[in-house]
């Protein structure tokens, strides 16, 4: 039996985010209509407020609010074994930077002590990402820099992206435009 997930719903500047939790921590961070709502709990689910899930509402009111968040509320992933090595991956892309897919393809077999990766695969698992923004796929590119594959929509990545490249350029200028800066 799968453990109960509780749900909750963040009105975030680019549209609604579901939020989901269990007992252990974060499970899920959605935009409302995204690729993979389908992959959101089903009926062992509760609305209710709980710690992590209000912890993860103001991790996300620092992010929009055009600053640069600290540490991360506890999450519980759970997936495959290359899933959760692509996920660790994206962890580790700072802040207002990207990466391509090929990169983390060739970390991902530097890990495994083989030739090469496939870049579609890691594409994968970056697309089926279930705490996004917190765990940032909008981070990965297209090898020559393009914007694709975002399961909340290629216009959300855009903003997050420009988000982010915002507040690091407030930082360096010591001049913001950011909302809440």
């Known amino acids: 039996m799968q453990p109960m997930q ?3 719903h963040y009105p975030s500047p680019l549209g609604g985010i579901v939020l989901t939790a269990d007992e252990t921590g974060l499970t899920g961070l959605w935009f409302d209509g ?3 709502d389908a992959d959101c709990p089903g009926p062992e689910q509760e609305e209710k407020d709980m710690p992590i899930l209000a912890q993860a509402k103001d991790w996300l009111d620092f992010y929009f609010s055009g600053r640069k968040p600290g540490s991360l509320p506890p999450i519980h992933l759970t997936g495959t074994p290359f899933r959760l090595s692509v996920w660790k991956i994206l962890q580790e892309i700072p802040y207002g930077q990207t ?4 990169e983390i393809a060739k970390k991902i077999a530097a890990q495994k002590g083989i030739a090469r990766m496939s870049a579609q695969a890691v594409g994968g698992a970056v697309g ?3 705490i996004s923004i ?3 796929c909008h981070r990965v590119v297209g090898a ?3 914007l694709t594959g ?3 929509g290629i216009d959300k990545k855009a903003k997050l992206l420009d988000l982010e490249k915002e507040v690091m350029l407030c930082a360096r200028q010591s001049a913001c435009s950011v909302p809440g800066s």
């Not at 990466?99 to 090929?102: D, H, K, N, S, W």
């Open 144 to 146: 020559n820099g393009s």
């Open 6 to 8: 509780y749900v909750n």
């Open 150 to 152: 975002y399961a909340g």
């Open 134 to 136: 917190m765990i940032p």
């Open 34 to 36: 995204g690729k993979y």
């Open 99 to 102: 990466v391509t897919y090929g």
């Open 128 to 130: 089926h990402n279930k």
